[in-house]
């Protein structure tokens, strides 16, 4: 299993190509994607492989991009639908969660819609309110969506590989402040398969869950805390749907406290879900409540210090552990 | 599958059944056996159903609004299978999940019916693209109504259409009316085919009383879809009842009822037989009666069959081969055990 | 203070009618607002009294709808829009959570949107997976926007009346299987302050918190287990946005024990963030996990036995309150 | 408020004005004083902003796609707020939260930039409904590009404005790319304007060089949409440079360039003024340094302002009488308190 070093970015690229030699109906489908090579980078090149059948860039029409991608998923084609900002989800909601979220139980399981949404988001451009969302709380909340979050390298490689296997709509959320981060990836083997949590860090103290950028976010909180004397345990959940509460649920047990750090905003979100599932799955092994932090409910503004101040931080994750361990 | 077949008799048959078959839906609602009450009749809109689906090909492919019923029998649907669909039932062809505005049968081609104006629109734009791309000669066609005519979807559909030279062919049913909304309440100008051209299709008005026509519209129009032009045409007719089973119109005349039934394309095609001296009038009637009987039977079927099964519930969320979603009730025994 | 006997519809129409008299730069605009009186009748014969100009009835253009009434409510009209299913918000999203929720914030706070969405959810009329969820979960997630839900007529009426005086964007969900219910209604003041919650029903052994049509069949459930010598507590939110946690806070500290009732999807919905919460508020009083009973994690089927099905019945919540206490 | 003045020399001024202001923005970019890279200039489009600005009047409003300072500019806007609000700083026309692709200003019509390609458009079509109810003469207009031609959300927009006669007008900057994609790679036709005539709207196709018959066009265009008629243009121009800031154009060859920059409304304008007699070099160069000058200082101006205060973060998310949101440290001080 060779380690290579890599950018989560190439990484991603290489998925895509690698994904459409081994499959022929591997379409890529979106703004930009073809001779501009992704807003980000991401499909850079691929055109001199895989030409304009299948790197197929589109105009800026949004919901027919996705319900596009939907028709041509019913009818032979496993396509990779780009938008280019998971902002855009408002515009296609209705084809992601009415039609491909529901087209095989509304039609009693005839068919299903194998495709991908690639798509980024997240903060760190100063790019405002519409630019720098964290939107996987609308589509974890849609039956027959899955979701996947990956927070490196090598699972932005594993899991759209993956993802380009599957009977069903994927919508799989890049972190655009990810894409230029180089580390080892085994491209080779996955460190956990499809649907799995994987523990980025052990630690006794506290479990605390995540997923995205704030996997790093997180364990560079628990390397300071562990300056400190205080061991948590970093779990990154890869997938949102399908959920792995069992990797999460053995981790608090262990623990007997739980953190879940989510970019988006508190209120609905992932952080909810996932705090309601431990609670009442671990309740009698909790010694605290489990605690959120997450971002703020309000619109992201574009003023770089108040950007990077509306969401989790390092400091608050490090300070808020330290008053759970001290209650 | 028994291929629609072109000359008038055909044609003929194909309106009756689809209007006896509606009849019998209004039957299924008035006995309580539907599946609530949003079905949506087609009745006055057969020319469009046949002369359409008698200009396409076994493999060609299509998706309908939330009125297709017509569309769906004109390409060979198993009327006993839809009724049993609109009545919720295991046996419909959507196991009594999806019902009357999101029946489907991919092994006819019918990439769905959708309860969202226009929300099917685009997937035959994508269905054209897997047909250029996998080398199909197969043409795909989108129907819906002239309310569809102002989602935006349809223009963003359209343009790609024409950007990419898809097989595609476009097809609004102008039955007057969306809800209780006459079309001209609805937008300035009714010359649509002017908007399609506009984005660079080719594109025809056609009148739907006169199925001859409308197929032979639709033949030269998917003939250029199929080498790669896409078609739009708009069939005009009128939607008899209102707009579905709760709707009496009280939004409109007696009097425009009365003429806009007038338009009616099975009678018109009864009477072209009749004047053209193919049928006669003993032969026409023995022909509606086995229709009748056929469609009958279909209420029989819907009334006796079995409901899912209440596990199925959770089937089909995902491929066969992935976890179901947990039920509730499994997941609160699961916790509370603890 | 008196009473009148009013639907629900009813209830709705008289708002409408009211506050289009108190406040003329009130608008209501929508498909088959006008002439047909809406989809569910609750504009019904208002065209007489106000006319094209303030009844709009609109093509089928759901994005627009909502962008126009944003405009609207920039420039001196208070927009009532009327999406006709909630199932139809994933076409407006743009508009509404793009836009209509963060103009204020992204323009500095120099201009509200003050406009009211009007639509209806729930199941319960075996329309299908397209026209029938409850998508309340993502608007509560969207920060900048109101969000009111009202379970009874007095409710539907004083909620949507401080709707149109509110500077902020409120989306106001009814249900569809609520709108032929009579009760006794007092029209000239309202049971609670718009953002406070209601307590229905008293009772010692454990709070019940839900909204909208959740709130009656909660009731039902608690004159069953009254029945059976157990007292429940029924809370109805009213407004999910502003959130009234005081009032729930209070009943779970005094019962210790808590369930979340919502007809929506279970997964990061409603539900969980009312877990969430009364998990980390109430932690030391809890004797149970809060139990969420919420609709499946599935499409909405349209067979009306799987409908029912779907969502939490008065059966399952009778049988869970009694094991939660049995525990 | 100072109105833009009609003549020649004053859209010349305006338009330098504007190429000047989008100079510095790139300016402040490249100092590293701006917040983020999404800045968008609209060099090379400066006909277009100044002759449509100046055929309004001061009741008008307008939205704008992120492409929108130039325009902002021709309609009074303070370019120190302006620079400002693009470097993130509390002094910026939304207080440092809404930058480059959010500038609004409700004191001089802007009802603001969007960065939602489209998202924009449906606005002014609700304040025109605003103006046709509350009786004011006020027209809206709405500015986007090329790329939003093929967003949906347009025709709905348009469909509305012809169909309730409303006082709007639409304004495409055809600048002939949508980021890396050349228009006519977004679709078949460019022929804009039978787009709009087919909702029923008046359209015209105008070349954005000419800042004289952009002006001309567009005060047609205004008197009819004033009147009840709403009007649509498109504005041929050349994006001078890359998308943002750090879009090289690497899909486009230099002799394109090279011969789109040719396209330049501002040196067209300068000549006419020259060989028309109406200034010298002198004179112009003297203007010239004059708003060299003005546009300096707003770099210096954005330098030298403060960034937000913190707390401000949780302001304006709703109206002022509205309670906050909770701060994230509050709600964990309070549970973590317990
Ligand atoms: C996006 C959307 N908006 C509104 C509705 C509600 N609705 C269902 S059918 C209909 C009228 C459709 O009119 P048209 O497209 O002409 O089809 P017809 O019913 O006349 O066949 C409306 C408004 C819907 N189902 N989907
Ligand atoms: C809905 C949406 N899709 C995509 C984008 C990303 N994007 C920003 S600007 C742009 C190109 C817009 O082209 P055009 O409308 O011609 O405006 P221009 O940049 O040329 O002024 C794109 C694709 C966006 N901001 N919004
Ligand atoms: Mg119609
Ligand atoms: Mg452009």
Redesign the interface.
Known sequence: MASTEITYRDALRRALQDGMRADETVVVIGEEVGAYGGAYGVTKDLMAEFGVTRLIDTPISEPAIVGVAVGAAMTGLRPVAELMYVDFLGLVMDQLANQAAKIRYMFGGQIGVPMVLRTQGGTGRSAGAQHSQSLEGWIMHTPGLRLAMPATAEDAYHLLRHSLTLPDPVVFIEHKSLYTRKEMADLDTPAAPWGKAIVRRQGGDLALVTYSRMVHVALAAAEMLSQAGIEIEVIDLRTLNPLDMDTVIASVERTGRAMVVSEGPLTAGVAAELAARISEECFDYLQDPVIRVAGEDIPIPVSPELESASIPTQALIVATVQRMLRR | MTLPNTNLPELYRTMRRIRTFEERVAELYARGLS????LHLSIGEEGAAAGIAAAMRPQD?F?THHRGHGIFLARGADPGRMMAEIG??AA????????S??I???TLGH??A??????G??????????????GSDAI?VGFFGD??M????????M??A???NLPVLFVCINNQY????RID?????V?FD??A????LSAAMVDGEDVEAVMETAQRLAAGARAGQPGFMAVSCFRFFGHGRMDKSP?RTEEEETIGRKRDPVARARDALLSRGVGDHASLDALDAEIAAEMDATIDFTAAAE??A?L????????????E?????VR?DR??A?
């Open positions: 599946a609530g009450s949003m492919s998706t919720g039932k419909g062809y959507c196991r009594g999940k999806g019902g505005m999101h489907a049968d991919m990439l769905g959708n309860a969202i104006v226009g929300g629109i685009p997937h035959v734009v994508g269905a054209g693209l897997s047909y250029r791309n996998l795909s309310g569809a102002q989602q935006g979807l349809l223009y963003e559909s343009n790609m024409a950007l990419w969306g809800m209780g909304t309440r609805a937008t300035r100008s010359e002017r908007r051209e506009a984005f660079g939004y409901s899912p209440a199925s519930m959770f089937r089909d969320v995902y491929g066969a081969d992935q976890p979603p947990e039920p509730l009730a609160l916790i509370l603890a």
